[in-house]
């Protein structure tokens, strides 16, 4: 049995973010102390009475003494992953970390890994892989194996040298939530820093039993509507983690999903998160940015494929046809790409996924156009 726990969910940016009235802001607000991303990305891999922590940054000083990790593996420099103050624990633990942090920080009782080269620390099997984020704290990804379970921890990247043969065999991804749709890429001396977006870090893991995003940052909608449009994305195998969470794995399928005990006095349990658009009848479409609007359209078609599948949606078929149609008209007036290539339905659901296509696109927009699967045009 392994137990993954997620001590911290949080990026760097802190949420609600001042200034800012958005649904992930308001929603944040609302919940105070009990939201679900307060602390930053630190993940608990146990197994066999062993325990190993992945980041340690700023405010885990004191979750690192209740957990009483057998090690702590640093990804980069960066103060949400690595606080400067570990070196203040007693007994020491060893951190280990990549010679380029090792520059960076100085701590007591520090352990240099090498770089793509196997090497065991408390009785797992770890794989440290240099992967692209920063130029100034540059960064690892780590691939930690025991038995026939393999995870690979990437909170910060914007992307993965020899992706392929990396992540072949990989179970589980626990990647970089720090925006659902677009690539936050910037150029710095001809070498590119920042963020993957989720879903480009979803076609990384096809074929991954189970995906889930840490290290969440400012993505402007609710909890349950990201954790759909993922779900829509992934065929069902990709979400958000959250702070406190604790997943058993036995024949790589979880077997059970609590609150961690070690977090719970700290991490009360929580109220399920509300839907980004309250009232369809009063959600104006003019307001979302481009990326906004094309992630609620895919929100959208995701309702009533759910819907048609015979799943709990809040609004009839009426109502979100109505929503979709109300995206629709605002996507088109602004001439930006046809939705209908921004949406890929679900494997296996194919029919009900272009139903909902259909039926928007029959009330606006242009004819003639082919949808996926179809032998010619004409919706």
């Known amino acids: 049995m392994i137990r993954v726990t997620f001590l911290g969910t949080r990026a760097e940016v802190e949420i609600p973010q001042e200034g ?41 000083e004191e979750m690192v003494a209740r957990v009483k990790p057998d090690a702590i593996l640093v990804t980069h420099a960066h103060p949400d992953h690595l606080s400067r103050r570990l070196e203040a624990l007693e007994p020491a633990i060893p951190v280990y970390m990549s010679e380029d942090t090792a520059e960076v920080i100085k701590l007591p009782h520090e352990q ?35 038995g026939d379970f393999t995870l690979v921890y990437a909170p910060d990247v914007v992307s993965i040298p020899d992706r392929q043969h990396f992540l072949k065999g990989v179970d589980l991804y626990i990647g970089d939530g720090s925006s659902l749709t677009r690539d936050i890429i910037r150029r710095r001396d001809d070498k590119l820093i920042g963020h ?44 958000l983690a959250r702070d406190g969470i604790s997943l058993e794995f036995e024949s790589l399928q979880v077997t059970i999903e609590t609150i961690a005990p070690v977090l719970a006095p700290a991490i009360p349990t929580r ?6 658009i309250q009232d369809a009848e009063s959600y104006d479409a003019s307001a979302p940015r481009d990326d906004q609007l094309r992630d609620d359209w895919r929100i959208v078609c995701g309702w009533y494929a759910t819907l048609k599948s015979g799943g709990d949606i809040k609004f009839d078929e009426a109502t979100i046809v ?39 696109h029959q009330r606006v927009g242009p004819r003639g156009q082919s949808l996926p699967g179809d032998r010619a045009g004409g919706a």
């Open 20 to 60: 800012h009235d958005d649904p992930q802001c308001q929603e944040a607000r609302r919940l105070g102390n009990d939201y679900y991303h307060k602390l930053h990305s630190s993940l608990l891999i146990e197994a066999e009475g062993s325990r190993l922590m992945l980041d340690a940054g700023e405010g885990h």
């Open 196 to 239: 993957a977006s989720m879903l480009r870090q979803l076609r990384w893991a096809e074929g991954m039993k189970q995906v889930l995003f840490t290290h969440v940052g400012h993505l402007k909608k609710t909890e349950a509507d990201v954790n759909q449009a993922l779900r829509i994305a992934s065929d069902g195998r990709a979400r």
């Open 271 to 276: 109220a399920e998160p509300q839907d980004l």
């Open 112 to 146: 240099v890994f090498p770089e793509d080269k196997p090497f065991e620390v408390a009785g797992f099997k770890v794989v440290a892989h240099p992967v692209v984020h920063s130029l100034v704290a540059p960064a690892v990804c780590f691939k930690v194996s025991k």
């Open 322 to 360: 109505a929503l979709g149609q109300k995206i629709l008209k605002e996507l088109l007036r602004r001439k930006r790409k046809d939705p209908l290539s921004l949406y890929r339905p679900p494997r296996g659901d194919e029919g009900v996924s272009q139903g909902a296509l259909r039926a928007h």
